[in-house]
Each structure stands twice: as structure tokens, then as C-alpha cells.
């Protein structure tokens, strides 16, 4: 794990960013790191105990095996599982990048290195005038690219990668995750996706059914 932490971010929606992030919060964890997981924008919560809290935020506050508040993991909450600025203008919220940082740091606070989750693809904007790359760039965080491995995912993760670059953000490299249980079984179309990508390959995911 980066010194101070890092952001991942996927090819699409619904591609396994928690999975990885909680299998790389357990796996540091194991090696003797104290560390945190944060996901600052979720939309898609439950009201528990008077709180709406997302199943991905406290998926990560369990990996890191954190005790810290909450509202610090997930600052903004949204209730409707749709896109996050069409949530928040649900919900009359505005979401703002110093109240990320601030329950960012926060975090950094409690640990050796934060692992903060992105939403959706990497263009998935946060709002209206805030994207991903601002928050990667406030933060000061390289970026780890989860590919969810399915058909189409080649093209999904070289405009990735491209798009990543481009916004001046550091590509730390990819990781596959299996999405479909019986997609690539002999592998030749992930090891397609190792020669097609110019960062490295840092790890593939088994397939996990829900």
C-alpha cells in the first residue's frame, strides 16, 4: 500500500471496487497496518438507527476492522441508488469537496494509509462541477483501477487507463476481478487485457457469487 493511501476507482458500476478494496483492506491489515476505508459519496442506503448508512461503506469499515465514526467513512449518504449528483439534488444536498477532505483527514488521522472508493467508472462525475480526479488530486492519492472481467472490459479499461492519465493522476496499475463465473475460463482474454494495457496487472479476483 501507497505510504498515505489510495483511491480505486472501476471500469463501470457494479464491477467489484468494494470486493478488492476489502480484500486489500483485510490483506494490509494482515500484514500489520492499521488502515481505514472510506467511501466519501455513496448513494443507495438504509436507514439504521436513525442514520442512512450504505452497504458498501460499512463493507469497508468491517475490512479495516475500524471503529471510527461513520459519518467520517461516508460523509455523504444519499438514499436513492442512482447516480450521485441526481441523488443529492434528490436530497437538496451539495456535495463538497472540503468536507471530503476534512473527514479524509480525519481518517488519515486514526491510520498508516486510507484506502478511499470511488463511485461507479472513473467519469462518473461526484456532482455536477466535481469530478473524481478532484478528489484524487485534493487528496494527493494514486489511483488503483479495478477491471470488472466480462466482455467489452478491454475497451472499458483502456479508456480507463487513458482517461486517468490524462487528468494527471498517478496509475498505480490494475487489478481483474471476475464478475461472471464462467466468462474466460481458458484465460486467453485476460492475458488479451495484460498486452493490451500499458500499467501493470497487480492482481485477479476470483470469481465470488453475492
Same mark, same amino acid.
Given at each position: 500500500m501507497p505510504e498515505t493511501g489510495v483511491f480505486v476507482t472501476g471500469t463501470d458500476t457494479g464491477i467489484g471496487k468494494t470486493h478488492a478494496s476489502a480484500v486489500l483492506l483485510r490483506a494490509w491489515r494482515a500484514s500489520g497496518r492499521r488502515v481505514q476505508g472510506m467511501k466519501?459519496?455513496?448513494?443507495g442506503c438504509e436507514r439504521i438507527d436513525g442514520v442512512w448508512k450504505n452497504e458498501d461503506a460499512l463493507a469497508l469499515r468491517a475490512a479495516a476492522g475500524s471503529d471510527a465514526d461513520y459519518a467520517s467513512i461516508n460523509p455523504y449518504a444519499l438514499p436513492t441508488p442512482t447516480a450521485p449528483q441526481l441523488a443529492a439534488a434528490e436530497e437538496g444536498v451539495v456535495i463538497a469537496l472540503p468536507v471530503i477532505t476534512a473527514a479524509y483527514r480525519q481518517l488519515a488521522a486514526q491510520a498508516e494509509g486510507v484506502l478511499v472508493e470511488g463511485v461507479?467508472?472513473?467519469? *462518473?462525475?461526484?456532482? @455536477?462541477d466535481l469530478d473524481q480526479s478532484d478528489l484524487v488530486h485534493a487528496l494527493e492519492l494514486p489511483v488503483l483501477l479495478v477491471v470488472g472481467l466480462r466482455l467489452g472490459c478491454i475497451n472499458h479499461a483502456r479508456l480507463s487507463e487513458h482517461s486517468i492519465r490524462v487528468s494527471g493522476c498517478r496509475l498505480l496499475g490494475w487489478?481483474?476481478? *471476475?464478475?461472471?463465473? @464462467?466468462?474466460?475460463?481458458d484465460g486467453r482474454y485476460f492475458e488479451a487485457l495484460q498486452r493490451s494495457m500499458s500499467s501493470p496487472c497487480l492482481g485477479r479476483l476470483p470469481f465470488q457469487s453475492a
Open positions: 466519501p459519496v455513496a448513494s461507479g467508472g472513473w467519469l *462518473a462525475p461526484l456532482s @455536477d487489478i481483474g476481478n *471476475a464478475v461472471e463465473p @464462467d466468462f474466460d475460463a
